[in-house]
T-cell receptor, first 111, second 114 residues
């Protein structure tokens, strides 16, 4: 399997704290994407970072990419109860529109 | 604009029964995908269609068939269901281009095979 790994598998933090999730992958990528999945729902796209980018921001989200280590991290700042969800990274290779998803991090925000 | 819709939402089958999962998108996307999601496994690609009239196998195609009926619709068929096919199935679509390959997902079909 070419699936990436995410770390940690589960994370519980207090509301207002920052949450950091990590993703490792195995092959060269064109871009890496992060998705959120609320319980019982489909995935929703959060942010995309290209292989020539090192950091990207979107609202309270910050994504970094280190292609030399084949890893990415997602930081959610000032967490809210509504951020409780599973978060998945997904890699897209070159010349191929398919995505390969990681195993996900289950984030719980404690009010 | 409904995005990606899937039917049914839930289904229980007996081993050996067949069924078709339906997916439709109204975003005029060229590419469509079928995934399955099992606990601790993330999403795994079953089949995908880069355009109307074309389909290709993904990571886990065995036991499934697909039809890209037209640009809007992409169906997944289980000819003889097995307990190992108990899973949540997601359909997704995207419009490939130089700027983005963001995928849009349907709400999922929860399938149990007994």
């Amino acid at each position: 399997s070419q699936q990436g790994e995410e770390d940690p598998q589960a994370l519980s933090i207090q509301e207002g704290e920052n949450a950091t999730m990590n993703c490792s992958y195995k092959t060269s990528i064109n871009n890496l994407q992060w998705y959120r999945q609320n319980s019982g729902r489909g995935l929703v796209h959060l942010i995309l970072i290209r292989s020539n980018e090192r950091e990207k921001h979107s609202g309270r989200l910050r994504v970094t990419l280190d292609t030399s280590k084949k890893s990415s991290s997602l930081l959610i700042t000032a967490s809210r109860a509504a951020d409780t969800a599973s978060y998945f990274c997904a890699q897209q290779g070159f010349g191929n529109e398919k995505l390969t998803f990681g195993t996900g991090t289950r984030l719980t925000i404690i009010p | 604009n409904a995005g990606v819709t899937q039917t049914p939402k839930f289904q229980v089958l007996k081993t050996g029964q067949s069924m078709t999962l339906q997916c439709a998108q109204d975003m005029n996307h060229n590419s469509m995908y079928w995934y399955r999601q099992d606990p601790g496994m993330g999403l795994r690609l079953i089949y995908y269609s880069a355009s109307e009239g074309t389909t290709d196998k993904g990571e886990v195609p065995n036991g499934y068939n697909v039809s890209r009926l037209n640009k809007r619709e992409f169906s997944l068929r289980l000819e003889s269901a097995a307990p190992s096919q108990t899973s949540v199935y997601f359909c997704a679509s995207t419009q490939p281009g130089p700027r983005s390959y963001e995928q849009y997902f349907g709400p999922g079909t929860r399938l149990t095979v007994t």
